[in-house]
DNA sequence: CCAATAAGCTACGCCTATTAGCCAAAAAGT
DNA sequence: ACTTTTTGGCTAATAGGCGTAGCTTATTGG
């Protein structure tokens, strides 16, 4: 009857429509994530998405998957060709200017792959990836073995803290944050040598 | 017609219903509270609970409130009568015992509140106090005035994100979680002594 | 005993996601 | 070039969520 001109979409389009949804929507963007308003980017109807794309919930596993991968990628790309404080130094800055960037993106970054479900295989390798960044980041330090998880572990932990802190309005005092971040990247720095300093073998 | 028992519902009890679907949901809890399954619970049909409580927003604020308040009275309980590096570390263990036993209520209580809307007032004050048991913590360490801010964020920003990557299952390595999260207190705790050193006056 | 209030209910409107089935446009095959 | 197949739109319809309106009954207070 009426002639249906195509839009052109494809998962490639759809998923980058969702990354624009994710990306205007701030801090809460990945959370209003909905196909309605993807398919309003696409001048589509809600439906037809699904030619796209399996549902909701993969859409949205594609966007986390995209999100941990740039993260993953914005801290490797800081710190090449640095080692022990240097290297923790960048990649904490970087963990934090990619997250100021892109607050709606490192929401996305937040979600955890399912560890048994086959269809989070993209996933659970981008977490890898990120992890891998970190571990070598500690390369330098002469941490004995069995400390290295645990160093990783707290650089993550304080990183990724303070940084959710930051973007929901935690830090509401007047004092700089930015000076509050460089004090806790030299606690981390400062730790992680007594780490490497303690047990010694 | 059909006569319509009263359920002997009321603010409260709705509010107590929600932390139960909060509870039992786990991690996700507070994501998925709904009216509809507060309603179930009351064995009583949605729209009913309008008659105690504005919107879902409302009862998701209230629920965060309680959770904040239980999060700080927790904390302000496990640190009466210590300073310094005892307070600290008793701090951060209450704190992630806390989220360990109610992942849910502590996923609520991440909400960050509205500074400006006054219907807000009781989470900020609850946040506040929170805070305010942070500060108190840090007593003992001799912290100049302008550290102390660095040294409550480094705190908090560790701590959460230690217990937000473990609830979400962000530590996979096999290595013990326990010895992480004492790994990172020891780091805390001598980074913050080392704040007070520096910049001596 | 009666009136006022409080606490249920059903019916509805609007917004999601998702499925089913139709139809035209593009692509592939002959 | 024509035909066939696949593809990518569409509308219609289901199911479930929040929130509003208006009715009815239980409870309470005079």
Redesign the pocket.
């Known amino acids: 009857?009426?002639?249906?001109?195509?839009?052109?979409?494809?998962r490639e389009a759809v998923v980058g429509l969702a990354l624009g949804v994710v990306d205007d929507g701030g801090t809460g963007g990945f959370a209003d994530l909905?196909?309605?308003?993807v398919a309003a980017r696409a001048?589509?109807?809600?439906?037809?998405l699904?030619?796209?794309v399996g549902?909701?919930?993969e859409l949205r596993r594609e966007v986390s998957v995209r999100a941990v991968g740039e993260l993953a990628g914005a801290t490797s790309r800081a710190t090449v060709g640095l080692s022990g404080p240097d290297a923790v130094r960048a990649m904490a800055h970087a963990w934090r200017g990619y997250a100021r960037v892109h607050p709606g993106r490192y929401a996305a970054a937040q979600t955890g792959p399912d560890p048994d479900d086959p269809a989070h295989a993209a996933h659970r390798d981008a977490a890898a990836e990120s992890v891998a960044v970190a571990v070598a980041t500690l390369r330098g330090f002469d941490l004995p073995e069995e400390c290295v998880v645990d160093a990783v572990r707290a650089v993550r932990s304080a990183v990724h803290g303070f940084v959710t802190l930051e973007l929901g309005g935690g830090f509401r005092a007047p004092q700089d944050v930015d000076r509050s971040f460089d004090a806790l990247v030299d606690m981390l720095v400062a730790g992680i040598a007594a780490l490497a300093r303690r047990e010694p073998g």
Not at 34 to 37: I, N, W
């Open positions: 009857m009426t002639p249906v001109p195509r839009a052109g979409l494809s909905t196909l309605a308003r001048g589509v109807a809600t439906p037809s699904y030619k796209h549902s909701l919930a």
